[in-house]
Every structure is written in C-alpha cells, then in structure tokens.
C-alpha cells in the first residue's frame, strides 16, 4: 500500500505568541480554548493498473461501485484494488486516437441510473469532434450534440448534473495557443463556454432550460479549459480553468446564480489582461484564486471535501486546499506529490480520490 503523507506546519497557538508578539493572560482569567490544528493529510493508494484515467465517478445507485473513465476510451470498475476483468464500457470503436488531448473525457450517470441505466458521455471522435452523447451500459448511444474542433487541444471534457437536475457541460476554447477563432467571447459559438441543458425525458436529444441566460445551450462563457468543474453541496459551482502561459485560476459560480457569467478569456488569463497592458474588464468575472506558473503549469479542478475546495496541478503535483474566510480567499498547500494529478473524484460515501495519469493508480485523499 502506497502512502504519501503530509504533516502540516508549525503554527503559533499560544497566547503569548513566538511568532510576534501577543498579550498575557490577567491573573485569574480563564486560558481560552487553543484553535485545531491544521488537518493533516494522506493519499493512500486503493487500485493501480489504469490506462491514463480521465475521471473517476459513481453511479448514485446505492452500490458503492467506483468508475474509472480511461482516456483510451474505456470505463473500468475498480475491483478490489485492481481494474476488473472486463470493461463496463468499451468505446474504443468510436474515439478516435486520443492524440494531445483528444480521448474520452468524462462520463456523468444519470440521476435516476439504478432504473433507467442511462449515462452520458463526452468523447472525442475518429474526426476529432467533440461528441455528447445518452448511452446505457451495452454501449448503444444517441448522439445528442456533436462540435467540431478546430484544433487537437482544449476540448473541456467534464460533464456533471446539477443540483436543478440539469447536465452541464465544459468545453474549452477549441484549442491553438491564445483562442485564434475567438471562440470563447463569441456568442455564436459553443466552444469556450459551460453548457447546461435538460435531458430529463429520454425520448428526446434534449431541451433547453426556459431559465438559461442567452435562450440556447450556453449556462456561461470566456473559459479556456475548464478542466474539472464540480458542485458543492450547497449548490456553488467551482470551475477550474487551465490558463495560456502566465495564470491558472478557480472560478466560483454561487448557488442561485442566473448564469451568464463571463470568465474573461481571451480578454484575460486569470486577474490578468492577456497579451496587453490594459483591456477593458467590463462585466468580466474574475477568479476567486488564481496561481502563476511557478507553482505548476495546469490546474486539475477538484471538490469541496469537509468545507475545503481541494485541487492540483497536473505538471508539479501539488494539492492545495482552498477555503473561504469570509470575503477572503485562503489556498493552502496540504500535500506535495510526485503524480500527475488528472483527475479527482468523489465515492458516493463521500471519499476523496486522485488519479495518477502516468502510472494509472487511483489514491484516496485521507484526513489523519
């Protein structure tokens, strides 16, 4: 079993405090309770022999089963701490040659998958098309949108229910360096943007939900990448936007937006104007976090575990823990890995897990 632990740092409790100063306490008066320590944390590895997992997800239905999405274009049950025998899904035969950063991307089941048995998928094809699509376990799908891509990069690839029940879906810009098509901040477009639509009656492709901001698919736009958004439980959407050469940043969607949210890119990469010394930043919404590339180079969009946003980096391996502290935003290193963190995803017992991309291992994030 594989561990990698971190102990958090020294922090200064007392009430004459080491680290600066402080008052003393009164005779008499009461010591006041010391503040917890900082969580300490470690990845335990739970199953290893995965072919470049993309994402991790669980069905809902009671089972406790975990899936593992490989980029190839197969879905793996976790069997013990190994892959099963047999592929749950085998698309093989339909995503193309996962070139850059083509392949299957994600896999959201569907709320009511333990009596319908319907998923839904987003892949790149043979053409090199984003491709959104309804299945069931036989592999038998109904194409519900199809993209074409401009370029071998940046194709998004998450897809998740909301807590209003509808599918959102994350595209990114189409790729080449900068968004040359303008995608992002065209309205016309798909690509660049958060989709969120209604698939709630199989017996059509789909329906868009009377209340999105612009009467079509798109929930919000002026993303790059958004590798890895997720919900809370109290309905915030965090999305996770890879950024061009500077910045890498955590936007934050709260619960009861009504969408329409602008990112900035390519206007702006993070806070920053991109390619300019000035811009104008009007109705753009800017990160709630956001690091430069001396830190990594490619952020992997986590959960809120235990009141904390946790994500990485895919090149330096680094989870950070991100909390809210009243109109503040405080990031914190919790665990320094040698991984290249692709993917995190929760158990539907709430755990925490993290996916290897090189070596195809899938670790649990524990709290000690």
């Known amino acids: 079993m594989r561990m990698i632990r971190w102990m958090s740092g020294c922090a200064c409790w007392s009430v004459l405090s080491a680290c600066g100063g402080g008052g003393s306490l009164e005779p008499g008066e009461p010591m006041p309770p010391a503040p917890p320590p900082d969580p300490q944390y470690e990845l335990v590895e739970v199953a290893a022999g995965f072919v470049q997992p993309t994402a991790i997800v ?18 793996t049950e976790i069997d013990g701490n190994q892959p099963a025998a047999d592929f749950f899904l085998d698309l093989r035969d339909r995503v193309g040659s996962a070139s850059n950063e083509q392949g299957l991307l994600g896999l959201a089941f569907s709320p009511d998958f333990a009596s319908s048995g319907l998923l839904y998928v987003n892949y790149t094809d043979s053409a090199g098309d984003t491709v959104i699509a309804r299945m069931n376990a036989a592999g038998d799908e109904e194409r519900l949108l199809t993209l074409a891509q401009p ?3 940046h194709n998004g690839g998450q897809l998740a229910f909301g ?39 199989p017996t059509l492709l789909y329906t868009i939900p009377d209340d999105n901001p612009f009467s079509d698919e798109i929930w919000a736009l002026g993303l790059r990448n958004p590798w890895r958004f997720s919900f809370d439980a109290a309905g915030n959407l965090y999305i996770a936007d890879v950024g061009q050469s500077l910045r890498e940043e ?53 959960y809120v575990h235990n009141g904390v946003y946790i994500y990485g980096d895919f090149c330096r391996g680094t989870i950070w823990g991100l909390t809210r502290n009243g109109s503040a935003w405080e990031n914190e290193v919790i665990l ?18 993290v996916g290897d991309y090189a070596s195809g291992a899938i670790l649990r994030l524990d709290t000690l």
């Not at 990114?172 to 969120?196: H, I, T, V, W, Y």
């Not at 009861?256 to 890119?265: I, P």
């Not at 040698?338 to 925490?352: K, P, V």
């Open 58 to 75: 669980h069905p809902g239905d009671g089972t406790g089963r975990r899936f593992v999405v490989e980029r190839r274009g197969t879905v």
């Open 151 to 153: 370029f071998t990069n």
């Open 163 to 201: 807590p209003d029940g509808y599918l959102y879906i994350g595209l990114g810009d189409g790729g080449g360096a900068g968004d040359p098509e303008g995608n992002a901040q065209n309205p016309a477009s798909l690509l660049g943007k958060l989709l969120r639509i209604d698939v709630s009656d």
């Open 250 to 302: 955590i936007n934050l969607q709260p619960a009861g937006s009504d969408g329409g949210e602008n990112y900035g890119w390519n206007v702006m990469e993070g806070t920053q104007c991109y390619g300019a010394m000035g811009c104008d930043t009007t109705g753009f919404t800017v990160p709630v976090y956001e690091y430069d590339h001396s830190d990594g180079c490619s952020v992997t969009g986590g």
């Open 336 to 353: 320094d890995t040698e991984l290249m963190i692709s993917t995190f995803g929760l158990g539907e017992d709430g755990a925490l897990y």
